[in-house]
Each structure stands twice: as C-alpha cells, then as structure tokens.
C-alpha cells in the first residue's frame, strides 16, 4: 500500500513541476484556463487518490478477512494434519501391533512345531543312542565272550601242543634208546613220520616179528623198520618211493647204520592209477600212484603194509589204491599201518577200505598226526567201520 502511495506522490509532483504551468503569459485567460485546468486535475487527481485508497482499505480489508480466513484455514489444516498423523500413527500402531502379533503368533506356532520336532527327534536320538548302547553292550559281551572263548580255545592249543611237544620228545628218547644210533637218524615231523608213530611202528615190528614188510615213502621210517628187523634177525622190508634224489638219501642212511641187507628198495614214479569201475566209493576216479615194480607186485603173504605216501599233493586221496592193490598180496591177519590219518582224506579212505575189501579197523592212535591200524580178516568176518581212538 504504501508503494502505491508513493507512486501517486510521485505522478503529482512531476505534474506540478512542468515548466509549461509556471511560464507568465501575458494572456489572462489561458493562465486561467490553465488554472482551471489545474483546479480540475488536482480534484480529478485527489477523486482518483480517494478511490485508490478506498480499493486499497478494502483490499487491505479483504486481505486481512483473507488472512483470517487463511489462517484459520492453515490452522484447520494442521488439526487435520495432525489428526490424521495421530490416526495415521494409531493405524501404524494398531498395524503393526497386528503385524507383530501375526509375526509372534507364527513364531509360537514354529516353535511348537519345531518343540514337537525336535522332541521327536530327541526321542529317536535317545532311541538309537539306546539302540547303539545295546548293540555296544552286547558286541561287548560278544567280544569278551570271544576273547575268554578264544583265551580258553587258545590255553587248550598251547596245553595240548606242549603235551604233544612232550610226547614227541618222550618217543623220540624212547626210540633212540632202543635204536641206538652210531649216526644221526634223519629228520622226523612235518613233511616226515612223527617220533610217536615211529616207536610205535618198531614195537608192532618188535613185537610181531613180520617177515615181509612194504613201505609206500621211504626216509627216517625206512632207517627204523630196517634197525627193528636186524634187532628180530629175521624179516625183509620193501620200499618205495617216487622221489629219486631222496630215495638215495635214504639209501645214504642206511649204509652209514649198517642196514642194506635188510631192505630193498625201489624208485617207482607216479602214474595214474584207475580203480575198479565196481567200486562202491572211488569208481570213475583217477589217482597219481606208485608204478610198482614187478617184484614188489609179486609178493605174497605180506604181513605189514606200511602207507606215508604218496604226497597228498599228488592227487585227491591219493594213498587210496594202496589196500586195492596190495589187498590180494596181504596174508590173512596181515596189518596196515596208515599215517596221517587225522586228515580228511585219511579218514575216508579208511571208510572205503573197510567198506570195500574185508579189512577191520583196529584202532586210531590220537598222535600226533593219527595213526590208523587195520587188518586183514576173513572175506565172511566182522568189518568195522567206526573209529576207536586209543
């Protein structure tokens, strides 16, 4: 208002000061028309100034009423305002205390849920750590019932092979008190005749007295039937065997002991050996046996017949053919002696003997590698098949 003021102060001003108003005239009558004029202008000038400054009260009027208006209008508009962020804040409240109890309800319901797994879970862990406590307690019970049975079996081993170890020892003084050896005998066990079966041997052949003896594998055994022979003065061994390069060891032996003139003895290689198609036990089988020399095959009366060979290497049960072949040439009462007879296929073969041929089974002595003794009976006598241990 006051700029609008000032521009009409300065309209008048520049108005009066127009040259043209002051100049003197020497005419009267324009300086009164001018007058006039003047008179009209500044009433013209003071109407329009009152006017303007009506407008103006009552644009200042209206502005004020305006700015009440204005203003009442801003300060409903902030109640509204804040009415409706109290209420925005409310709904963001109640929101998100909805969200949150949604959120807290969810959680609840997957912690139970997750509680009732793992309370599952807990029971089958503790099912199966009882499970492995069980097994654990029975593999331990299994494990030292094992170990304390393996402890017994093993206690049982180690006595009976230091029995065994004793007995051994025991025959092997026996025989060299009865042999009385100028020369070391050659080695005995493993692979060889035991000392146990050996004395065992010399007393049947103190003690029988046979006149003819065939041994089927020659070595240390061959060196006692031969000193038990010489010790009777009377009887004749024949041996056999089909290892050449030791057949002459033997040999050896017996020339350093003085004892060729009571054995003869013989290479005769393996060859196969068929039995009798007839045979209830062995028909259709093939074995690697002894070629027997003719004068062996044409002994008659034999009274022992002694088997440590062939190796069971050679074939399947392979000293089988020795009663077969021999059966015919054994005087009645004549005696087989059978080594190893603890094995598997001595015990059948002992079965086919006394199943087949008219042979009795006398004993089965518990040496060290079993010792079977048979006899030759009548066709029509008793057979016995059972093995008495002795």
Known sequence: MKLLQNRIKAALNKLLMRPQIWQVSA?????????KNLAQSVISLQLETAIIQKKFDLLEGML????????????????????????TLKQEEAFSSTIIQKKFDLLEGMLAQNQNT?????????DAIQEVTGATVKQE???????????????VAVKKLAENQFRQIEALFSLLLALKPEYPLPPTRNWA?????????YCRIIEEKPAVVVELGSGVSTIVVAAALRRNQTGRLFSLDHDHAFLLQTEKHLSRHGLEEWVKTYHAPLTEWVPDPS????????????????????????????????PMASSKRCRYPAVPFFYQRLKEGG????????????????KAWTTEFAMQLQKVRD?????ALLSKVKPNGPAQNAIEKV
């Open 27 to 35: 005419d009267t009558k324009q300086i009164k028309l001018i007058n």
């Open 64 to 87: 004020a009423q305006n700015q009440n208006a204005m203003s009442l209008a801003i300060d409903k508009f902030r109640a509204d305002i804040q009415e409706m962020v109290v209420a």
């Open 118 to 126: 793992m309370s599952l879970e807990i029971d089958k862990l503790r």
């Open 141 to 155: 019970e299994y494990f030292s019932s094992t170990i304390n049975r393996g402890l017994s079996e093993y206690e």
């Open 193 to 201: 005749a035991s000392p146990d079966f050996l004395i065992d041997l």
């Open 279 to 310: 045979s209830p036990t062995q028909a259709g089988d093939r074995f690697q046996w002894y070629d027997v020399p003719a004068e062996v095959a044409g002994l008659k009366q034999i009274d022992l017949l002694v088997v440590d060979g062939p």
């Open 335 to 350: 005696q087989v002696m059978l080594d190893d007879a603890h094995r598997d296929d001595e015990r059948f073969i002992v």
């Open 367 to 371: 040496s060290e590698k079993g010792l």
